[in-house]
Nanobody, 132 residues
Framework: QVQLVESGGGLVQAGDSLRLSCTAS???????????TGWFRQAPGKEREPVAS???????????YYADSVQGRFTISRDNAKNMVYLQMNSLKPEDTAVYYC???????????????????WGKGTLVTVSS
């Protein structure tokens, strides 16, 4: 069973930056390369929503997709050699406050932002709080 562990959350002020990391274990580098990986978030009283995903498209090509609310501010990246996924968050806003979850999808070839129903593996989440 693939395990995902997030880190890097914390309390920051509006306008600050934060980088989240996700480590995948119990999966080989070769297999992890094929997975689409993403970040989701869930604010208090709201449903879990997709933030960004990086979908494998063959060879060494990945396509990045972002929610409109974070486009231009957040950047998703991965280091397959380390089984790591990152989310760089810049210009943070109070409405970005949420628990952020790392996620992975075994399906190959998706050409859109991952949805909750697409996910095969979830991390337990890391809390990001942005004060105004």
């Amino acid at each position: 069973q693939v395990q995902l562990v997030e880190s890097g959350g914390g309390l920051v002020q509006a306008g600050d930056s934060l980088r989240l990391s996700c480590t995948a274990s119990a999966v080989s580098e070769r297999t992890f390369t094929l997975y689409a990986t993403g970040w989701f978030r869930q604010a208090p009283g709201k449903e879990r929503e997709p933030v960004a995903s990086l979908n494998w498209s063959g060879g060494r090509t990945y396509y990045a997709y972002y929610a409109d609310s974070v486009q231009g501010r957040f950047t998703i990246s991965r280091d397959n050699a380390k089984n790591m996924v990152y989310l760089q968050m810049n210009s943070l806003k109070p409405e970005d406050t949420a628990v952020y979850y790392c996620a992975a999808d075994r399906t190959i070839g998706r050409r859109e932002l991952l949805g909750v129903d697409d996910i095969d593996y979830w991390g337990k989440g890391t809390l990001v709080t942005v004060s105004s």
